[in-house]
């Protein structure tokens, strides 16, 4: 059952709605089709850079996919520096490591190649460049540039995603580990948006199937949520839908026929639509606690979506009366998604079942790619933690308070989820992602409160 939210919630939707329609964040030009990353090295030339340094990982590497692209930016006439040392939940300290690559060899933009981490990473080695601080300072929203280059313009970054999943590749967000702390910090600027990208499928056909099922899933959640949000818009619910109908249209076919070039390059255009729609209108309470299992347990991030994304859905439905707005959403989203038809009216009764019929299918769906449902290390001692931090950064309560850090607290917008959730059902939520038999100690604690407050009453 959903909780009254404080007061102070309910402004910042508010704000973060305003915010949202008059804060431009730019859009990228995007370079796709077959063979597009052959155009890198003339892109680079245009933006007048001599030496690049390209974020990449090792797997990259060893898989033959960064050579010929430093071949072409070689063959423009150019340097070219590889820093391959990014790692999944990329962590802070191989950010500043690449930051210290950049300067130590004088590079004078940025090319990021691979998944979320790579682009994520160089990110913020350019937010580094553009206003050098500990990058936790950079943790929340407009910290990096304050809106109008104040601190310094970051370099020229180049995506060129190799999974289609994160949406990097067009958003004004990163997401860095702090490992210390054993948490992830989300970093919103408007100067963090790529000036171009390039969508080839051709470096997408070799992925695992592990890899396209999860990031799939990664930019299904992208459109779900942000079709969900409080603050969306026109041109947000437009891509949305246009990525909930391409993935369930072509993520299957990727899964089971990786070498599918249409497909691949249908996956890539969903995965840029839901990031061109989520960095506009942020996330919920997948998001918010599936950060939590990738700072504490180093679960892959796509993954942790899929984990979480049915009973997130299932959540939000549970209390739903007839004609209520998670369910008109939901229906919506079924019709974008193939089982619901645009040409025939629907009884509130029909459309519910719908809606519930979208969060079975989204069930299939992963349980055909095989994706993990449980996080193995995780104690149902952990929900506690996991339930209090998802809270803070789904509410906009990262900071303590006006009183304890008044400016950051007031950007902190949180997430504009439909519904409020408390501590007590964002443990439910997570809840199911934990194996049998902490699940079974976690029902037996969760009862006793219950029990306990019921009794109070």
Known sequence: MPTNPHP???????????????????????????????????????????????????????VGLIQPIVDNIVGAGLSCVVFDSVIPNVPSKIVEQGFVVYKDNECD???????????????????????????????GFFRVTMLANLFGKLPPLIAIPTTAGTGSEVTC?????????QKKISIVDVGLVPQEVILDPELTVKLPKSVTAATGIDALTHAIESYLSRWHTAYSKRNSLMAIERIFKHLLTCYHHGDNLEAREQTLQASMEAGLAFTRVSVGYVHAIAHQFGGMF???????????????LDWYLADESDGGRCIQLYF????????????QEHSPDDKKRLGRKFVEAIRSMCAEMKIPQTVPQMKASDLNTISVRAAKEAHGELFGGFAQAPVAHA???????????????????????????????????????????????
């Open 8 to 62: 102070t919630w309910s402004l910042k939707k508010v704000a973060g709605d305003i915010a949202g329609r008059i804060v431009p964040i730019p859009i990228p030009i995007v370079h796709s089709g077959a063979g597009a990353v052959q155009e890198v090295g003339e892109i680079l030339k245009r933006f007048g850079c001599k030496k690049p340094l390209l974020v990449t990982d090792k797997d990259l590497v060893q």
């Open 109 to 139: 933009c940025l090319v990021a190649v691979g998944g979320g981490s790579p682009m994520d990473c160089a990110k913020v080695i350019g937010a580094k460049l553009a206003n050098p601080k500990p990058i936790e300072k950079y943790e």
């Open 173 to 181: 967000a990163a997401v860095i580990s702090i490992e210390e702390e």
């Open 298 to 312: 180093h679960t892959p991030h796509g993954v942790a979506n899929a984990m979480l994304l049915p009973h997130v």
């Open 332 to 343: 919506e989203m079924a019709q974008a998604a193939g089982l619901a038809s645009h040409y």
């Open 411 to 457: 950007v902190d917008l949180g997430y504009p989820v439909p519904k409020h959730a408390g501590i007590m059902e964002l443990e439910s939520i997570a809840s199911h992602c934990l194996i049998p038999e902490e699940q079974a100690i976690w029902e037996s604690q969760y009862k006793n409160v219950q029990t306990q407050h019921t009794s109070k009453l």
